[in-house]
């Protein structure tokens, strides 16, 4: 699941597009005070069931036809009866160097100083869809209620403000999922970091995810 050609050409287009919005330096990595969240998708314990899809999509009141989270599964992997699938979660990774934020020409799309979570301010979305396109890794819709550019937002404006976990993360069974703050030595997802062999995704482009996975097997890259 390599960044394609076609992905590529798609997010130099939308640099292009937005001619000033290209002189803003890739390179500079976001600066967030005090709380960094991040997620761990632990693709060894995950079973594939989907809760987490259905629970973000009742929570978060997403409509039919579009999603914030996907869970894809590949396989198999081996022969019957030993033959295993594999789930990779597709949402948005909270890049620290965002190339959403980047082209968005109304600064709609922005990274919370607080505490790292990209999000998008519905009052000064344009619906341009720049952002959709310079996403390399395709989680952004416009929503068709709103009208307005969406993806996973950590849950900020319903679980979180409620004080609780995000919801894919309360609702898996298998606890594949860790939240919390990457900034905390003493948070369990930054121990779990510290312990675990994990990779990000397509961190080669330098966008500085915040989603980390468990590897089981290869490792998507
Ligand atoms: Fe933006 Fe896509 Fe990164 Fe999410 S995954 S922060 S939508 S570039
Ligand atoms: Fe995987 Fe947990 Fe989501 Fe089920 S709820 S698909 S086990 S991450």
Redesign the pocket.
């Known amino acids: 699941m390599s960044c394609s050609r076609r992905q590529f050409i798609i997010y130099s287009g939308a640099l292009a597009a937005v001619g000033g919005v290209a002189g803003h330096s890739l390179a500079n990595t976001m600066k967030v005070d005090g709380v960094r969240y991040g997620m761990i998708?632990d693709e060894t314990?995950?079973?594939?069931?989907?809760?987490?899809?259905d629970a973000c999509r009742e929570v978060n009141q997403v409509p039919e036809g579009v999603s914030r989270l996907e869970?894809i599964r590949s396989g198999p992997i081996g022969t019957f009866p030993d033959a295993e699938y594999h789930?990779f979660?597709k949402s948005c990774q909270h890049c620290d160097n965002a190339p959403c934020v980047h082209v968005c020409p109304t600064g709609a799309s922005h990274i919370r100083k607080e505490d790292g979570i990209v999000d998008v301010d519905a009052d000064l979305c344009v619906g341009c869809m720049y952002c959709l396109a310079a996403c390399p890794y395709q989680v952004r819709f416009i929503n068709p209620v709103t009208r307005v550019a969406d993806k996973c937002d950590f849950c900020r404006k319903t679980n979180l403000a409620a004080g609780k976990e995000p919801a894919?993360v309360e609702?898996?069974?298998?606890k594949?999922?860790v939240f919390g703050n990457l900034d905390d030595p003493d948070s369990p997802i930054a121990k779990r970091l510290v312990k675990e062999t994990t990779y990000r995704y397509k961190q080669a482009l330098g966008t500085s995810p915040k989603m980390y996975r468990v590897p089981k097997g290869e490792i998507t890259s």
């Open positions: 998708h314990a995950c079973i594939g069931c989907t809760a987490c899809m869970i789930f979660r894919c609702s898996c069974p298998t594949a999922l």
